[in-house]
């Protein structure tokens, strides 16, 4: 049964949790952030979801260091190649965007450049960064191996998202945060969580047959034996050459720029044993008023929305969103009504509670 929870409620649940697994108060502050961002957007594959598998029992196996280092080992006025020495990825993402912020502030643009990380929830978060500052965010990070190249059927791309956030003049900016994928692999993970099937054309498996088992998909494609497929899916027919070349663009920016980790380097599994996944990040800020006044530019970006939303409706639907639309309604509603629960989660913030002591006892 789903159980509902104040998003404030829960996101002071993760910030103790990341304390009590040896994060600092600081640092656990901007993970449990980054989380509840994604919850109350309604984007509930990198949410709460994620606390235990992805960050705690990866702190617990020794695969992400639960105190943060940063080292800048390159800076130009513009940019920056950071070394995040597998700590919080969320840490780092969101320095990063505070430096390339700064240096678009005082030159225009900024692009920072990250290896040695881990992940770091959803890339609109540190896009939206920038355009609560009244610019263009851009953000782009590779991942464990998990999309195959068209014509291919072994995962060796990330889900690589391209995010970008940009400010209009309307209550919510648009805001693209979208994997290169069909799917994330998060989202496999929901259906799994749901114990439901999956719909065909997602996934393929090294025989070249859709799978519609999450759980089979998930161990199948820690095994290479079985492949998210790119934007556009299965071939060429329906374009998906293009999603296999933009996760490509991800890699290439997460890992050639600052020199780190690639592809099957990835998959946090070296000689049987698990190892730190030594992520990449990339993200920019392009400062508007090195182009023209903000007012005008929010104003030019907001007609182009309101025109697209009041276009002509298909048959049978009487709305057309833009991006972020969705995601601002959602915030509405979770701010009254709470972030839903599912029983897997629920399971995992007790199992959370009884393995660290912590003082909570929620209403499942």
């Keep these: 049964m789903i159980k509902y929870v104040k998003a404030e409620i829960l996101e002071k649940f993760m910030k103790d949790a990341f304390i009590a697994c040896g994060v600092p108060e600081e640092d656990a502050k901007i993970c449990a952030n980054v989380l509840i961002a994604a919850d109350i957007r309604g984007i509930d594959s990198h949410g709460i979801g994620r606390l235990k598998p992805i960050y705690i029992d990866r702190i617990k196996v020794g695969q ?197 980790a690639f592809l099957w380097a990835l998959s946090g599994i070296e000689n049987g044993k698990k190892v730190p996944y030594k992520i990449g990040h990339f993200f920019i800020a392009i400062n508007i008023e090195a182009f023209t006044e903000i007012e005008k530019f929010k104003k030019t970006t907001g007609d182009i929305l309101r025109s697209l939303r009041n276009s002509k409706k298909a048959p049978g639907y009487d709305r057309i969103y833009t991006a972020g639309e969705k995601e601002f309604i959602a915030m509405k509603e979770r701010e009254r009504n709470g972030i839903p629960l599912d029983e897997v989660e629920q399971e995992d913030i007790k199992t959370i509670i009884r393995e660290y002591n912590l003082n909570y006892n929620f209403d499942f």
């Excluded at 080992?73 to 513009?78: H, R």
């Excluded at 020495?85 to 643009?109: H, T």
């Excluded at 609560?132 to 990330?158: D, H, K, Q, W, Y």
């Excluded at 648009?174 to 099937?197: H, P």
Aim: proline letters at 5%; aromatic letters at 8%; hydrophobic letters at 40%.
């Design 64 to 260: 992400i260091n639960p105190t943060t280092k940063i080292d800048i080992i390159k800076e130009t006025p513009t940019t920056a190649v950071i070394d995040g020495n597998n700590g919080m990825g969320q840490v780092i993402a969101k320095k990063s965007m505070e430096i390339a912020i700064k240096k678009a502030k005082d030159y225009g643009m900024g692009m920072v450049a990250v290896r040695n990380s881990n992940h770091f929830g959803i890339a609109g978060y540190y896009a939206l960064m920038a355009s609560e500052n009244n610019m263009i965010g851009i953000t782009g990070t590779n991942a464990r191996p998990s999309i195959c190249p068209t014509f291919g059927v072994e995962n060796m791309l990330g889900t690589n998202p391209l995010t970008f956030a940009i400010p209009t003049d309307e209550e919510f900016p648009f805001f693209l945060d979208c994997a290169t994928s069909i799917i994330q692999r998060g989202k496999v993970e929901v259906y799994s969580r749901l114990k439901k099937k999956m719909p065909e054309g997602w996934v393929i498996g090294e025989d070249g047959k859709f799978k519609t088992d999450p759980d089979e998909v998930l161990e199948d494609m820690l095994k290479g034996k079985a492949s998210l497929l790119p934007l556009g899916g299965a071939g060429e027919e329906f374009a998906g050459y293009k999603g296999y070349g933009y996760a490509t663009v991800v890699e290439i920016l997460s890992a050639a720029l600052q020199q780190g």
